[in-house]
């Protein structure tokens, strides 16, 4: 029994070539061409397979900026990179993944134990001599460095050494030999394996600055599921080129083929990039698949087909199949899959779209009479209404309800809300609530941050309150802020009007001047300088203005001229 034990044993044994014996030990060893996106070499040195599974360890210097790396045997035998596992540019360290055949492959194992000073190790390097055994190299100096171990060794600092292994007297690899950058170094460095070995990818590598200068797709996280979708839903949301992007998540699906949602995310990227048809089969795929996520599947779908037609990317033509009637169908699809509120909200923005006001406002109340009833919701509504003709009254009371549904004290994200609402209340003349709304709103913002027609605005619902001197002192400042000559003239003419009518006689006369400074002609400006006059109780200079507002075709000239004759 303990004979066929140990043959099975062997046969095993035998289907990967692990480099145990001396002659072996080289053989684990190949040279790395990497490539820049024209095809041309960016740089040569050594790596060596560790583990089983065709993965190389190499110097992260030689893979910054290169799109290919291609690893050579010592055979002559080339195979391709994959993936990036992990890489650090403070390690010079970069271990990946090969497509190199995994039987009969020299490959080296990690050693669990540190080396010492003193000790004597193995270096093998990159020969095509069939039966060259390795160097030898000794330990000059261990130094603890981040839970490992930076050595300095005795092996030359030669660049034929460079991402090679060193081994301990058990043929496993206790550190990688590195270029001693100090001036007139004669003698080599090797960092600990184990660091190497640390190297992965996570949810955040997205962020990782020596990731991303080095440009061959990275691996995909596959332990953990949430981690995985994590990493590649980054990705998708992300500016890196597409085809790291899409090669991250087919690598995801490969993996976790059961996951609808990436699907979704999937879509959302391809959409955005006004590639619908490969968003609709990602969507299919994801239906196809059932589960929890299929409302959200369809939800997706009715909300991309909706951003794609109000945006019209690509034209109005771009992928005809995706029409507002099918963003109505799949957004009832979603409620009808899994009857939440928030696809309630996506089915009235699409009938909103469609000019369905009515059932566009009775979709948003359903929400508004929900748990998930807030701010936007209540706005939706009001303005469904307005657009269907329904009662001011019901349209402010929908528009109270979305102030109150804001987090006080009001942040930015309250100042349209609050805006609408002053606007809405001014139209119904309820002028004082209005100008409260409008105050909030300058609060919010910042005066600096408001234009000329803000001011304009208030002050026009200031007047309507009786606010008078709130209402002067809002048309000055729009007519400081006026963009332009024209709207500084209408500014000013607006500032004549509210003096004349509340007796400021000579602020009129003035601000009249000025108006006529910019343009002489204006007939309504020499009326108002000519009423201005009159209440003065200057008949002769009210009549000559007049008569001058007159001549260029002023409106009801003739009443006022009897009204100051001399």
Same mark, same amino acid.
């Given at each position: 029994?303990?004979?066929?034990?140990?043959?099975l044993?062997t046969l095993? #044994?035998?289907?990967?070539?692990?480099?145990?014996?001396?002659?072996? =030990?080289?053989?684990?060893?190949?040279?790395?061409?990497?490539?820049?996106?024209?095809?041309?070499?960016l740089?040569s040195?050594n790596?060596f397979?560790?583990?089983?599974?065709?993965?190389?360890?190499?110097?992260? /210097?030689?893979?910054?900026?290169?799109?290919?790396?291609?690893?050579?045997?010592?055979?002559?035998?080339?195979?391709?990179? =994959?993936?990036?596992?992990?890489?650090?540019?403070?390690?010079d360290?970069i271990?990946?993944?090969?497509d %190199?055949?995994?039987?009969?492959?020299n490959?080296?194992?990690?050693s669990?134990?540190?080396?010492?000073?003193?000790?004597?190790?193995?270096?093998? !390097?990159?020969t095509?001599?069939?039966?060259?055994?390795?160097?030898?190299?000794?330990i000059?100096?261990?130094?603890?460095?981040?839970?490992?171990?930076?050595?300095?060794?005795?092996?030359?600092?030669?660049e034929?050494?460079?991402?090679?292994?060193?081994?301990?007297?058990?043929n496993?690899?206790? @550190?990688?030999?590195?270029?001693?950058?100090?001036?007139?170094?004669?003698?080599? #460095?090797?960092?600990?394996?184990?660091?190497?070995?640390? =190297?992965?990818t996570? $949810?955040?590598?997205?962020f990782?600055?020596?990731?991303?200068? %080095?440009?061959?797709?990275?691996?995909?996280?596959?332990?953990?599921?949430?981690d995985?979708?994590?990493?590649?839903?980054?990705?998708l949301?992300?500016?890196? &080129?597409?085809?790291?992007? =899409?090669? $991250?998540s087919?690598?995801?699906?490969? @993996?976790?083929?059961?996951?609808?949602? *990436?699907?979704?995310?999937?879509? *959302?990227?391809?959409?955005?990039?006004?590639?619908?048809?490969e968003?609709?089969?990602?969507?299919?795929?994801?239906? &196809?698949?059932g589960?929890?996520?299929?409302?959200?599947? !369809?939800?997706?779908?009715?909300?991309?087909?909706?951003?794609?037609? *109000?945006?019209?990317?690509g034209?109005?033509?771009?992928?005809?199949?995706?029409?507002?009637?099918?963003?109505?169908?799949?957004?009832?699809?979603?409620?009808?899959?899994?009857?939440?509120?928030?696809?309630?909200?996506?089915?009235?923005?699409?009938?909103?779209?469609? /000019?369905?006001?009515?059932?566009?406002?009775?979709?948003?109340?359903?929400?508004?009479?929900?748990?998930?009833?807030?701010?936007?919701?209540?706005?939706?509504?009001?303005?469904?209404l307005?657009?269907?003709?329904?009662?001011?009254?019901?349209?402010?009371?929908?528009?109270?309800?979305? %102030?109150?549904?804001?987090?006080?004290?009001?942040?930015?994200?309250?100042?349209?809300?609050?805006?609408?609402?002053?606007?809405?209340?001014?139209?119904?003349?309820?002028?004082?609530?209005?100008?409260?709304?409008?105050?909030? !709103?300058?609060?919010?913002?910042?005066?600096?941050?408001?234009?000329?027609?803000? !001011?304009?605005?208030?002050?026009?619902?200031?007047?309507?309150?009786?606010?008078?001197?709130?209402?002067?002192?809002d048309?000055?400042?729009?007519?400081i802020?006026?963009?332009?000559?024209?709207?500084?003239?209408?500014?000013?003419?607006?500032? @004549?009007?509210?003096?004349?009518? %509340?007796?400021?006689?000579?602020? #009129?006369?003035?601000?009249c001047?000025?108006?006529?400074?910019?343009?002489?002609?204006?007939?309504?400006?020499y009326?108002?300088?000519?009423?201005?006059y009159?209440?003065?109780?200057?008949?002769?200079? &009210?009549?000559?203005?007049?008569?001058? &507002?007159?001549?260029?075709?002023?409106?009801?000239?003739?009443?006022?001229?009897?009204?100051?004759?001399?």
């Amino acid at each position: 029994m303990k004979k066929i034990n140990i043959l099975l044993l062997t046969l095993a #044994c035998g289907m990967t070539a692990f480099a145990q014996k001396p002659a072996d =030990l080289n053989k684990a060893v190949a040279s790395i061409i990497t490539y820049d996106a024209k095809g041309n070499v960016l740089n040569s040195t050594n790596g060596f397979f560790i583990g089983e599974s065709g993965e190389v360890i190499a110097p992260y /210097q030689a893979f910054k900026s290169a799109v290919r790396a291609d690893v050579i045997n010592w055979q002559g035998q080339q195979s391709q990179v =994959l993936r990036v596992v992990g890489a650090s540019s403070s390690y010079d360290l970069i271990r990946v993944t090969t497509d %190199v055949p995994t039987k009969k492959l020299n490959y080296l194992t990690a050693s669990s134990t540190a080396a010492t000073q003193g000790q004597t190790l193995q270096l093998p !390097y990159y020969t095509t001599e069939k039966k060259a055994l390795p160097e030898s190299t000794t330990i000059t100096s261990a130094s603890p460095w981040n839970n490992h171990y930076y050595y300095e060794v005795s092996a030359p600092n030669e660049e034929r050494f460079v991402g090679c292994p060193v081994l301990d007297a058990n043929n496993q690899v206790v @550190a990688m030999i590195q270029k001693n950058v100090l001036k007139d170094a004669t003698t080599a #460095c090797a960092i600990d394996v184990n660091f190497a070995l640390d =190297l992965n990818t996570s $949810a955040l590598s997205i962020f990782s600055n020596d990731l991303n200068d %080095v440009l061959i797709p990275k691996l995909v996280p596959t332990t953990n599921e949430d981690d995985a979708f994590s990493y590649v839903y980054m990705m998708l949301h992300s500016q890196l &080129a597409p085809e790291f992007v =899409l090669t $991250a998540s087919d690598d995801f699906i490969a @993996a976790f083929p059961n996951n609808a949602k *990436i699907y979704a995310e999937r879509a *959302i990227y391809q959409a955005a990039r006004g590639n619908y048809a490969e968003a609709d089969a990602d969507l299919n795929k994801g239906i &196809a698949l059932g589960g929890s996520a299929l409302g959200d599947l !369809y939800n997706t779908r009715s909300s991309l087909i909706y951003n794609k037609v *109000i945006n019209a990317e690509g034209g109005n033509d771009a992928y005809p199949a995706w029409t507002l009637e099918s963003a109505l169908e799949s957004s009832r699809q979603a409620y009808a899959t899994s009857p939440q509120p928030i696809y309630l909200i996506q089915e009235g923005h699409v009938l909103f779209s469609m /000019q369905k006001y009515q059932e566009a406002y009775e979709q948003f109340q359903k929400v508004n009479a929900s748990e998930l009833a807030n701010a936007q919701s209540f706005y939706y509504a009001a303005n469904a209404l307005e657009h269907a003709n329904g009662e001011e009254s019901q349209i402010i009371a929908l528009l109270d309800s979305c %102030v109150a549904h804001l987090k006080t004290p009001y942040n930015a994200d309250a100042a349209p809300y609050i805006f609408a609402r002053a606007q809405r209340l001014d139209n119904a003349g309820q002028h004082r609530r209005a100008t409260a709304d409008y105050n909030e !709103y300058e609060k919010i913002i910042g005066p600096s941050n408001l234009n000329a027609y803000f !001011y304009f605005l208030r002050m026009q619902s200031e007047l309507g309150s009786r606010m008078y001197q709130q209402a002067l002192d809002d048309i000055a400042t729009a007519i400081i802020r006026a963009a332009s000559t024209d709207e500084k003239k209408e500014y000013l003419y607006q500032q @004549a009007v509210l003096q004349l009518q %509340v007796k400021l006689l000579d602020e #009129c006369i003035t601000s009249c001047e000025q108006i006529i400074a910019i343009d002489s002609n204006d007939g309504e400006t020499y009326k108002i300088l000519g009423i201005a006059y009159g209440e003065k109780g200057n008949k002769a200079k &009210a009549n000559q203005n007049l008569l001058k &507002a007159k001549e260029l075709k002023a409106e009801n000239v003739e009443a006022l001229l009897e009204k100051y004759k001399k």
